[in-house]
């Protein structure tokens, strides 16, 4: 059974739409992370929560924004979509801890027209 | 400048050969090192993680950790096709930010 759960797989928007992009993770870990990955640049980090609790925003943009309703939940909102928006969307889950692994699920494959 | 660097963008290799990654990181603050494979149409997935100088051997895969020179290797003996993949060198500071830095990338390529 996967652990971490991202829903949906492929999602397809248009310009100025708003998205929300589910994850759900069953490692019983506290913390969890949103990455994302284009063509045009390497795996980016973009959020970090501990305990439902922001830790840590390396998102310039405000149009991107987390969700945690549950411990082992943490969505993302993405308003004002933009084509340059475009990317898969990977969220991974990790024990507390800088030297712990971070496991990732199977990613979104967000396409904005 | 991208704070870890990878080399080569593309390696192939024959079955049964050996595969060599490279990373360079330029900060100074990163004490972890994971190496990471990504298939095609999935996510990441740990390889290995190395923390301290010298060799970590963990079956057909060697990783080394230099500090002082900031340099990490992968080193995949025996390569397989089913080795065919993305790899990525991963690091993170002992303090601070749990975020991972992620290199750009080696596409691996083992030829039957």
């Known amino acids: 059974d996967p652990k971490i759960i991202q829903k949906p797989k492929y999602l397809v928007a248009v310009t100025g739409s708003e998205k929300i992009l589910i994850c759900e993770q069953y490692l019983g870990h506290n913390a969890m992370y949103w990455y994302r990955q284009s063509a045009k640049k390497p795996l980016e980090f973009m959020f970090s929560?501990?305990?439902?609790?922001?830790?840590d925003n390396q998102t310039a943009s405000s149009r991107f924004q987390p969700q945690s309703s549950k411990k082992n939940h943490l969505d993302l909102q993405i308003t004002a979509l933009k084509p340059d928006d475009s990317a898969t969307y990977f969220c991974?889950?990790?024990?507390?801890?800088?030297?712990?692994?971070?496991?990732f699920g199977p990613g979104t494959r967000l396409t904005v027209l | 400048q991208q704070k870890v660097q990878q080399s080569p963008e593309s390696l192939s290799v024959p079955e049964g050969g050996m595969a060599s990654l490279n990373c360079t990181s330029s900060?100074?603050?990163?004490?972890y090192f994971w190496w990471y494979r990504q298939h095609s149409g999935e996510g990441p997935k740990a390889l290995m993680s190395i923390f301290s100088d010298g060799d970590k051997k963990e079956g057909r895969f060697t990783a080394h950790l230099n500090k002082a020179s900031l340099h990490v290797s992968l080193h995949i003996r025996d390569s397989q096709p089913s080795d065919s993949a993305l790899y990525f060198c991963a690091a993170r500071a002992s303090s601070g930010s749990w975020q991972l830095i992620f290199g750009s990338g080696t596409q691996l390529t083992v030829m039957p």
């Open positions: 900060d100074r603050n990163f004490q």
């Open positions: 991974a889950s990790s024990r507390g801890g800088a030297s712990y692994e971070q496991y």
């Open positions: 929560y501990s305990y439902q609790k922001l830790m």
